[in-house]
């Protein structure tokens, strides 16, 4: 158990429709990252949450929007939902900023996500 | 743009022997951080081993080593003595920079079966 909780851990939804996916770190982490598992892009880095404000950016669709709340637990809001947004949502948590190369994360369990 | 390539979709090992699973990289950044993770079936992700881009020396953790070849920008991992449960998805990542800070980068990952 890394200590990262996620929910919920199966979400089914229809396309159009929008989700919240939450995050609630490792206690005493204050970084929060965002990841995309699907078949077709593999792992994707999508957004980086410190102390309550966006610190990195990588592959995230104007669609998708995160924030980090002030006792640190993050959520994930995916809109306009489409077939190939189905995947697996990873959070992860670390006590480092993301300023340096070294930064050991841990990663919660994921959300499934699955759009009909 | 950087890249990670794991160009060995599956690999087999026989318990107890060793198995390298293969990593390079392509980034002009100086500063970078080389990471290797475990998916088990289970489906959460694991945190293996860590080699900064300027480390003279090989990372090692346990039965995991990291064979880092810089000028060929490779960045192997070494499994020594294979057990049943290393049998899983494994993922490369490099940390590099963007935006004043790092992001990762994934490969697409290599899934190892260690026969009994």
């Known amino acids: 158990d890394s200590g990262v909780t996620q929910t919920p851990k199966h979400l089914i939804t229809a396309t159009g429709q929008r989700v919240t996916l939450r995050c609630s770190p490792r206690?005493?982490?204050?970084?929060v990252y965002w990841y995309q598992q699907s078949l077709d892009q593999g792992l994707q880095f999508l957004i980086q949450y410190y102390n309550g404000e966006e610190r990195a950016k990588g592959n995230i669709l104007e669609r998708f929007s995160a924030q980090q709340f002030p006792d640190l637990h993050s959520e994930l809001n995916l809109s306009s939902l489409e077939l190939g947004d189905s995947a697996l949502y990873f959070c992860?948590?670390?006590?480092?900023?993301?300023?340096?190369?070294?930064?050991?994360?841990?990663f919660g369990p994921g959300t499934r996500l699955t759009v009909l | 743009a950087q890249k990670i390539t794991q160009t060995q979709p599956g690999m087999f090992v026989q318990e107890k022997e060793a198995v390298t699973l293969d990593c390079t990289y392509d980034t002009s950044d100086p500063s970078y951080g080389l990471f290797w993770y475990k998916q088990p079936s289970s489906g959460e992700m694991i945190f293996l081993i860590y080699?900064?881009?300027?480390?003279?020396q090989n990372a090692t953790e346990g039965r995991y080593s990291l064979n880092f070849q810089k000028a060929r920008k490779s960045a192997n991992l070494v499994i020594s003595a294979s057990q049943l449960g290393d049998s899983a998805m494994y993922f490369c990542a490099m940390r590099h920079p963007s935006g004043g800070s790092y992001i990762p980068t994934f490969g697409r990952g290599t899934s190892l079966i260690v026969h009994p």
């Open positions: 080699q900064g881009s300027y480390d003279q």
């Open positions: 992860a948590s670390s006590v480092e900023g993301g300023r340096g190369a070294y930064n050991e994360q841990f």
């Open positions: 206690s005493g982490d204050l970084s």
